[in-house]
Structures are given as structure tokens and as C-alpha cells.
């Protein structure tokens, strides 16, 4: 149930103001924006770890945990910084079994962009059983449930991972799933 309303909140985004487009333009942006709509329509996330680099500035982390109490709802937000990449994967565990994350959100960035760190945190998502949203291109095609697509302004999700982690895609009527 949990996976069917992540995917839902992922598909309501299809359904954004004005051309279609994301309205986020930054990088804090994204993460605000993707904050904002899942606590806007998916209640099961309750809990999301962040996963973001050093690179990450003071500022911006102030504002996202600003985001957890902002309307519509609570949502706790946990934020991790590491410098490299063997942290981010601990990180990943760390978010997933000592704090039950529900769902982890990767900040986009130069890591984030690496084919290799998005095949093993997907991997890493489908052992553990929690989605990941990716914010950047070549997400899904490396097993992430979803990604948010900036450059087109389109939401994809990952239907092969949808059912590895108990999701039924067949369930989401006249949505056109990425067959990866």
C-alpha cells in the first residue's frame, strides 16, 4: 500500500500548473518541490531520508528542515552530508534500518548523475524494500522507482521496480508506465 501511494503522489505530479513544466529550477528547489508534493498527497511517507553531499551549504539544509512542519503536514526529514561515496551507501543503510525511513530522496548533484552510484543505491532500494527518488536523468533506467525529470518536466516511473518492491503497476489506470 505504501508503494501504490508513492507512485500516486509521483503521478499527481504529471498534473503541475501552467506548460507542465517543474517549476523548480535549482537544486533546492527540486528537493522543496518533491517535499512539498509528497506531503501534500502521500500520507504512508511520514518519514524521508535525504541523501545530499558536502557540497550541501548550511543555508539549504536550514530551509529543508523548515519544510517539516510547513503545510499541509508534518513530515520528518532526515538529511545526510558525506563526502564520499562509500558514506552515502552507509548513509543509505543507516536511514533505512536505525531510523525507518520510509522513503529516500537522493539531492541532486555531480554524485547523483554517476551511473554506477545510481545502479547500487537502487540496488541497495530494491534489497530494503524502500522506494528512491531520484532527481536527475538515469534513475530509472538504473532500478530507481521514480525519477523527476527537469529538462522535460516529466515524472517517470520504473514499473520492474514497482514490483520487486510489491507494487502492482497494472493497478495505476491510463498511466503510461516506463517499461524498464
Not at 26 to 39: F, G, I, P, R
Not at 82 to 110: C, H, M
Not at 132 to 142: D, I, R
Request: proline letters at 4%; charged letters at 15%.
Amino acid at each position: 500500500m505504501t508503494f501504490r501511494i508513492l507512485l500516486f503522489l509521483t503521478i499527481s505530479l504529471l498534473l503541475l500548473p501552467g506548460d507542465g513544466a517543474l517549476q523548480a529550477q535549482t537544486e533546492l528547489d527540486q528537493v522543496s518541490y518533491a517535499v512539498e508534493v509528497m506531503k501534500g498527497h502521500n500520507f504512508s511517507v511520514l518519514t524521508m531520508g535525504v541523501l545530499a553531499s558536502t557540497s550541501v551549504s548550511d543555508a539549504d539544509l536550514q530551509l529543508i528542515q523548515q519544510l517539516q512542519v510547513a503545510p499541509p503536514r508534518q513530515m520528518r526529514l532526515l538529511v545526510t552530508r558525506s563526502n564520499f561515496i562509500s558514506d552515502v551507501y552507509r548513509d543509505f543503510t543507516f536511514l533505512v534500518r536505525e531510523k525507518q525511513v520510509n522513503a529516500i530522496l537522493v539531492w541532486p548533484g555531480d554524485l547523483g548523475a554517476d551511473e554506477s552510484f545510481q545502479k547500487k543505491i537502487c540496488q541497495m532500494s530494491q534489497r530494503m524494500k524502500v522506494p528512491v527518488v531520484g532527481l536527475q536523468p538515469g534513475w530509472v533506467e538504473n532500478g530507481a522507482i521514480l525519477e523527476f525529470d527537469q529538462a522535460s518536466g516529466t515524472v517517470h516511473i520504473n514499473a520492474k521496480a514497482c514490483e520487486v518492491m510489491g507494487y502492482v503497476p497494472a493497478e495505476l489506470e491510463g498511466v503510461n508506465l516506463a517499461q524498464h
